[in-house]
């Protein structure tokens, strides 16, 4: 394969998951990094992308305990102890070692690697998907399921519209449907365009901004019912519904409470194409419990006045109305109930399949929803079908660790949680993105070996016994581009790898080489090989297309999706005709109430959407003390991705994560803006640095995900992070029995002024390192 010369001052296209970007090098560095052209909207993340030789990994690094003593030694010292650097060949030996010795004396059930993280955009540099690859090539692993964006959505929306998330995110209603005929959107979590910087796979033209002033220009209304203001841009002009956090299923239901006493619910929508709508009726209006779920009864639960759920009611059924569901509403306890809610509005509304009406879930979350492409096909490396039945729901994770043999439910099913010995991660962050970070550190002291692959000094990677540093996207060829994304892009390798890097694939051909796997693992292809097979495994696909040649000279491909193609209408056949293109659901209709679910006699997750109270929530908090937190996406990065990079460090206040506060609540503590706080409750504490502003409402704080977990030392600092991750504070409990998924988003919290300057953190240091040879 032909490569720039890294030392000819090149200028060449790279992919992330926040935008293409054109690397400018001279002297084998960067020296300038620019937005891919044909991007209307580029998000400046992509500035951080000329930091990416900070914080490396140096060389294959063993924690010091378990290179002395072996595996099982002192694993309480994960994260608090120094490691020693070895060479390539010793950490080989010792990982497929160690793999070996599980898989022989505990069954390859015992090796974890959920490995749950975005990585790279790249189609074959996908370190999941090569780590997953290499596990079944050696006899399986137990692997997880569902994401931590919205797992309980993936879970609840089999059950009332048949469809899996991941092809129902395809057929939502396009943007430009959305443009020409909805008169009103009402966005439960808002529709936050911070969110649509990025995409899982890549992000080519960024349009929702667009989108959203097309919608402005030709007058359409938006309705933000969220606790933070800015959750809708300013340009559309929203009206602000400053709901209660986790309370949104509530003020649905008495909405349609409204729409049912006022006779305005679209009756025929609900019979021809629902199941269950008189069981939901019967609970909504009371003649079930004998509590009618109207707007009085809400107004105390969401603090939003009964005459404004009212007025709300009516404007759904003056027009074309669309229903958004953030993904963030289902990151919370009963989280299901949140989407299946939704869908019941909608269908009460009954505009469910008509242009510029019914639902969406997650409308601004990423950026390709909602794009009106086609879901072209896009050649990837294959990590194969797991071959061992061993799997849990992905934030059960530290339930797993601390409870092997435990059982628990999930989806109609009683499963029990495998006993792991070994950890395996490539291409992700659990000590960011899980919840009670302080427990999830306990529960990682468990494992006998921890292995990672990263190309920085995170606190994953602090928290592993061997870590193994990895190449960047930048330090290797690869080709990338989301199937329903316009553009797809040569990734040229444009820097030398720092350090000792190697990627993923040649580690682990290497581990496979050593356990007799390794034809099956590479197929005898070099990784550069690979990216040419899968090329022209995209050129059979696409007849036309030019040759590899031409394809990497020219950077990248407009492959001109969506051109002349149809505007797309979520459901829309479904509306013409349910019985010739019934949904996949037992009844072929959208389940208001769902025998299924009923079947399964879960107390904490009833058969129709129904409110339960949060196991937090200021509606049960006592004292005004108390504060709810939104632990929401953060402007400037990706995840924890490049947290270390400029744009993320410029955003940052007093060199924390940034706490946003309503100023009666600061004034209330004796806070001014620009101080540093400690936020905490019974799980942990953490340090951030406070920006007051009246666009949050009161007695609610937000504390963006992704500042690097920092944990701090000794008896007045342990279980703090010194950095502002707000993990640290959030509950570790699933939605319901059912999806299982994370409640992040239903957490109390305590603000107070932290007196004198705040201790330094070290996020973006490394450990302490030996740098002899053993």
């Given at each position: 394969?032909t490569t720039?010369?890294v ?12 935008g293409?970007?054109e690397?400018?090098t001279s002297g084998?560095?960067?020296r300038?990094?620019?937005p891919?052209?044909?991007?209307p909207d580029?998000?400046?993340?992509g500035?951080?992308l ?17 290179l002395?003593?072996g ?5 309480h010292l ?5 490691f020693?650097e070895v ?11 160690e793999?070996?010795?599980v898989?022989d004396?505990h069954g ?6 959920g490995s749950y993280?975005?990585?790279s955009a790249g189609?074959?540099h996908?370190?999941?998907s090569?780590?997953?690859?290499f ?6 692993y137990?692997?997880s399921?569902n994401?931590y964006?919205l797992a309980?959505a993936?879970?609840i929306?089999?059950?009332?519209v048949?469809t899996?998330?991941?092809a129902?995110?395809k057929?939502?209603t396009s943007w430009d ?5 909805t008169?009103?959107?009402v966005a439960f979590?808002?529709?936050p365009v911070?969110?649509s910087?990025?995409d899982?796979g890549g992000v ?13 220009e030709?007058?359409?209304?938006f309705?933000?019912v ?8 300013d340009y559309?002009?929203?009206e602000?519904v400053?709901i209660?956090p ?13 729409l ?8 025929d929508f609900v019979?021809r194409y629902?199941v269950g709508?008189?069981t ?8 079930t419990?004998g ?8 107004g105390?639960i969401t603090t939003?006045p009964?005459?404004r759920?009212r007025s ?5 059924v003056?027009?074309?109305?669309m229903?958004?569901a953030s ?8 989280g299901?109930h ?10 009460a509304?009954g505009q469910i399949g008509?242009?510029g009406?019914?639902?969406?879930i997650?409308?601004?979350a990423?950026?390709a929803?909602?794009s009106?492409f086609d879901?072209?096909?896009l050649?990837r ?8 039945d061993?799997f849990?729901?992905v934030?059960r994770i530290a339930d ?11 989806d109609?099913?009683?499963?029990t949680y495998p ?7 490539a291409g992700g962050?659990?000590f ?8 999830l550190?306990r529960a990682?002291q468990?494992?006998?070996t921890v292995?990672v692959?990263?190309p920085f000094?995170?606190a ?5 016994d061997?870590?193994?540093?990895t190449?960047t996207a ?11 994304d316009p553009?797809?892009?040569a990734?040229k ?5 720092v350090?000792?890097a190697?990627d993923?694939?040649?580690?682990l ?5 050593r356990?007799g796997t390794g ?6 292809r070099?990784a ?6 899968l090329?022209?495994e995209?050129r059979?696909s696409e007849?036309?297309s ?9 950077g990248?491909i407009?492959?001109?999706l ?5 505007k797309r ?9 349910p019985d010739?293109y ?5 009844s072929g209709?959208?389940?208001l109430?769902?025998?299924r ?6 107390e ?13 929530w ?10 709810h937190l939104i632990?929401n996406?953060?402007?400037?990065r990706?995840?924890s991705?490049?947290d270390h990079?400029?744009?993320s460090?410029?955003?940052k206040?007093?060199?924390l994560?940034?706490l946003?506060?309503h100023?009666?609540d600061?004034?209330?503590?004796g806070?001014e803006?620009?101080d540093?706080v400690?936020v ?9 640095g406070?920006t007051?502003?009246?666009r949050?409402r009161?007695?609610?704080?937000q504390?963006?995900t992704?500042a690097w977990?920092a944990?701090?030392?000794g008896n ?10 707000p993990?640290?504070?959030?509950a ?5 029995s ?10 109390l919290?305590?603000?107070e002024?932290?007196?004198g300057a705040?201790?330094?953190h ?9 740098t002899?040879?053993?």
């Amino acid at each position: 394969m032909t490569t720039p010369n890294v030392d000819s001052g090149a200028s060449s296209l790279t992919l992330t998951h926040w935008g293409a970007y054109e690397i400018e090098t001279s002297g084998g560095e960067i020296r300038a990094v620019r937005p891919f052209a044909h991007d209307p909207d580029p998000s400046p993340i992509g500035s951080s992308l000329a930091d990416v030789g900070q914080c490396r990994v140096g060389r294959p690094s063993v924690r010091e305990s378990w290179l002395e003593s072996g595996p099982g030694a002192s694993t309480h010292l994960r994260g608090r102890e120094r490691f020693v650097e070895v060479g390539w060949d010793q950490a080989l030996d010792l990982v497929a070692g160690e793999l070996d010795r599980v898989r022989d004396e505990h069954g390859n059930q015992a090796i974890y690697a959920g490995s749950y993280g975005w990585a790279s955009a790249g189609r074959f540099h996908h370190a999941q998907s090569q780590l997953h690859r290499f596990l079944n090539s050696i006899g399986g692993y137990t692997y997880s399921v569902n994401t931590y964006s919205l797992a309980a959505a993936e879970v609840i929306l089999p059950h009332v519209v048949g469809t899996r998330w991941w092809a129902l995110e395809k057929v939502h209603t396009s943007w430009d449907v959305i443009a020409a005929e909805t008169d009103l959107m009402v966005a439960f979590g808002g529709i936050p365009v911070k969110n649509s910087q990025v995409d899982y796979g890549g992000v080519g033209r960024h349009e929702v901004t667009g989108w959203l002033r097309k919608c402005a220009e030709r007058g359409a209304r938006f309705v933000n019912v969220s606790p933070i203001d800015d959750d809708v841009v300013d340009y559309v002009d929203p009206e602000w519904v400053p709901i209660r956090p986790g309370t949104d299923v509530a003020l649905m239901l008495a909405l349609i409470h409204t729409l049912i006493e006022e006779d305005s619910y679209d009756r025929d929508f609900v019979v021809r194409y629902c199941v269950g709508w008189e069981t939901l009726a019967a609970y909504i209006t009371g003649d079930t419990d004998g509590i009618p779920k109207d707007p009085e009864w809400a107004g105390p639960i969401t603090t939003i006045p009964p005459d404004r759920i009212r007025s709300l009611a009516r404007s759904l059924v003056a027009g074309r109305t669309m229903i958004n569901a953030s993904w963030s509403l289902q990151r919370a306890h009963h989280g299901e109930h949140a989407i299946w809610a939704a869908i019941a509005l909608a269908a009460a509304i009954g505009q469910i399949g008509l242009p510029g009406g019914g639902f969406g879930i997650g409308y601004g979350a990423v950026a390709a929803l909602g794009s009106g492409f086609d879901k072209a096909w896009l050649p990837r490396f294959k990590p194969g079908r797991p071959v061992a039945d061993s799997f849990i729901p992905v934030a059960r994770i530290a339930d797993m660790l601390a409870g092997p043999g435990e059982e628990y439910e999930y989806d109609g099913h009683t499963r029990t949680y495998p006993d792991i010995r070994l950890v395996y991660w490539a291409g992700g962050n659990p000590f960011h993105h899980h919840q009670d970070l302080n427990r999830l550190r306990r529960a990682w002291q468990r494992p006998e070996t921890v292995i990672v692959h990263e190309p920085f000094w995170t606190a994953t990677a602090k928290h592993a016994d061997i870590v193994l540093p990895t190449t960047t996207a930048l330090e290797r060829n690869d080709i990338g581009g989301k199937p329903n994304d316009p553009y797809f892009f040569a990734m040229k390798k444009v820097i030398e790898p720092v350090g000792g890097a190697r990627d993923d694939h040649d580690i682990l051909g290497a581990l496979a080489a050593r356990l007799g796997t390794g034809d099956a693992f590479s197929e005898g292809r070099t990784a550069d090989g690979w990216v040419r097979f899968l090329y022209e495994e995209y050129r059979r696909s696409e007849p036309g297309s030019p040759t590899f040649e031409e394809f990497w000279q020219a950077g990248f491909i407009d492959r001109g999706l969506g051109g002349g193609e149809p505007k797309r209408v979520l459901l829309e056949e479904f509306r013409e005709d349910p019985d010739r293109y019934p949904l996949p659901t037992p009844s072929g209709r959208i389940e208001l109430y769902s025998e299924r679910i009923a079947g399964f006699g879960y107390e904490d997750c009833p058969p129709h959407p129904a409110w339960m109270p949060p196991g937090e929530w200021l509606g049960g908090a006592t004292g005004e003390a108390d504060l709810h937190l939104i632990s929401n996406q953060p402007s400037t990065r990706l995840h924890s991705q490049l947290d270390h990079g400029s744009n993320s460090r410029g955003a940052k206040v007093a060199g924390l994560e940034r706490l946003r506060m309503h100023p009666d609540d600061a004034a209330r503590r004796g806070i001014e803006d620009g101080d540093v706080v400690r936020v905490f409750n019974e799980r942990g504490a953490c340090l951030a640095g406070v920006t007051i502003t009246d666009r949050i409402r009161r007695r609610v704080v937000q504390l963006a995900t992704g500042a690097w977990y920092a944990p701090g030392a000794g008896n007045d600092l342990e279980g703090t992070c010194l950095h502002g991750n707000p993990n640290v504070l959030t509950a570790d409990v699933g939605t319901s029995s059912l999806a299982q998924g994370p409640s992040a988003q239903t957490c109390l919290v305590r603000v107070e002024r932290w007196p004198g300057a705040a201790p330094a953190h070290h996020a973006f240091d490394p450990p302490g390192i030996l740098t002899v040879d053993r």
